[in-house]
């Protein structure tokens, strides 16, 4: 092996380790922290305890934030994926002029006009609408921006059911939420998982909308709630943020296993025309 190539191997493997670490030096924080007597920012062996666990149990909002996000999750999620299998299954079947141009105007306005740019229209519509504080409206504006994602990515796993399958199934007297519901969508299935965990995630981890929508502490999600974990003198509580931060990761890490074990994260087909 000649010297150059020992070098590039060199580089390669120091450059992997580096970015290794810089991935696993946050987690191993989180697995170390929450359980340390006297954690810091650093990692290092822990000084085991419970009492950090005790103290964010304790808090009056932990657990109900954690439940205020599951609520907004769910419901954004469910409302994301029944809309956008029901929308790509039209656009997949129906024949309409300009459909592709309208698919990604839809992507192209919902990657544009959201975040701050539409903060402010979307605050006086929930404002006239009475929805303040309302978990379900939330939810509702949570999904309306992921939608048009949603459907632009459902619709080539819609594209890939052949239509033999459904004329197979109209020849026996199916109908046509029959059809959908028991040709289409099972063989679609990785794409639906797909935007369900896609959903979730971009649900759990939304800030913005909860913190303006949201006015009552009750009803925050933990994402909004975790930037208000502060001691007396206004410094980040480290003694609840390690353990707050490993309860808010665990529904996503369950999901992610959840899908993993079932589709291995493989979200192609096995369709055979």
Same mark, same amino acid.
């Given at each position: 092996?000649s010297?150059?190539?020992?070098?590039r191997?060199l580089?390669?493997?120091?450059?992997?380790?580096?970015?290794?670490a810089?991935?696993?030096v946050?987690?191993?924080?989180?697995a170390?922290?929450?359980?340390?007597?006297?954690?810091?920012?650093?990692?290092?062996?822990?000084?085991?305890t419970?009492?950090?666990?005790?103290?964010?149990?304790a808090?009056?909002?932990?657990?109900?934030?954690l439940?205020n996000?599951?609520v907004?999750?769910?419901?954004?999620?469910a409302?994301?994926?029944?809309?956008?299998?029901?929308?790509a299954?039209?656009?997949s $079947?129906v $024949?309409?002029?300009?459909?592709d141009?309208l698919?990604?105007?839809?992507?192209?306005?919902?990657?544009?006009?959201?975040?701050?740019?539409?903060?402010v229209?979307?605050?006086v519509?929930?404002?006239?609408?009475?929805?303040?504080?309302?978990?379900?409206?939330?939810?509702?504006?949570?999904a309306?921006?992921?939608l048009p +994602?949603?459907i632009?990515?459902?619709?080539?796993?819609?594209?890939?059911? #052949?239509r033999?399958?459904?004329?197979?199934?109209?020849?026996?007297?199916?109908?046509?939420?029959?059809?959908?519901?028991?040709?289409?969508?099972?063989?679609?299935?990785p794409?639906v +998982?797909?935007?369900?965990v896609?959903?979730?995630?971009?649900?759990?981890?939304?800030?913005?909308? #909860?913190f303006l929508?949201?006015?009552d502490?009750?009803?925050?999600?933990?994402?909004?709630l975790l930037?208000?974990?502060?001691?007396?003198?206004?410094?980040?509580?480290?003694?609840?943020?390690p353990?707050?931060?490993?309860?808010?990761s665990?529904?996503?890490?369950?999901l992610y296993?959840?899908?993993?074990?079932?589709?291995?994260?493989r979200?192609?087909?096995?369709?055979?025309?």
């Amino acid at each position: 092996m000649s010297p150059a190539r020992v070098v590039r191997r060199l580089g390669f493997h120091v450059l992997v380790a580096v970015v290794l670490a810089f991935f696993a030096v946050p987690m191993l924080w989180l697995a170390s922290a929450p359980f340390d007597a006297e954690p810091g920012l650093g990692v290092r062996w822990p000084d085991w305890t419970t009492s950090n666990v005790r103290a964010t149990l304790a808090h009056p909002y932990a657990l109900t934030s954690l439940v205020n996000s599951l609520v907004l999750c769910v419901v954004a999620t469910a409302v994301t994926a029944s809309l956008a299998a029901l929308a790509a299954y039209s656009l997949s $079947r129906v $024949r309409i002029p300009g459909r592709d141009a309208l698919l990604y105007l839809l992507l192209l306005l919902s990657s544009v006009v959201t975040g701050t740019a539409a903060m402010v229209p979307v605050f006086v519509l929930m404002l006239q609408l009475g929805l303040i504080d309302s978990r379900f409206g939330t939810a509702l504006v949570i999904a309306g921006g992921m939608l048009p +994602a949603a459907i632009f990515i459902l619709k080539d796993f819609m594209d890939s059911v #052949p239509r033999s399958y459904e004329e197979s199934a109209r020849v026996f007297g199916a109908s046509p939420a029959q059809v959908l519901g028991h040709v289409v969508l099972p063989i679609a299935r990785p794409g639906v +998982a797909a935007v369900v965990v896609w959903s979730f995630v971009n649900a759990w981890g939304n800030f913005l909308l #909860p913190f303006l929508l949201l006015r009552d502490v009750g009803r925050q999600p933990a994402a909004v709630l975790l930037r208000t974990l502060q001691d007396e003198g206004g410094t980040a509580n480290l003694t609840v943020i390690p353990v707050f931060s490993l309860l808010y990761s665990i529904p996503v890490v369950a999901l992610y296993l959840l899908v993993d074990k079932r589709y291995g994260f493989r979200f192609h087909g096995g369709i055979k025309s």
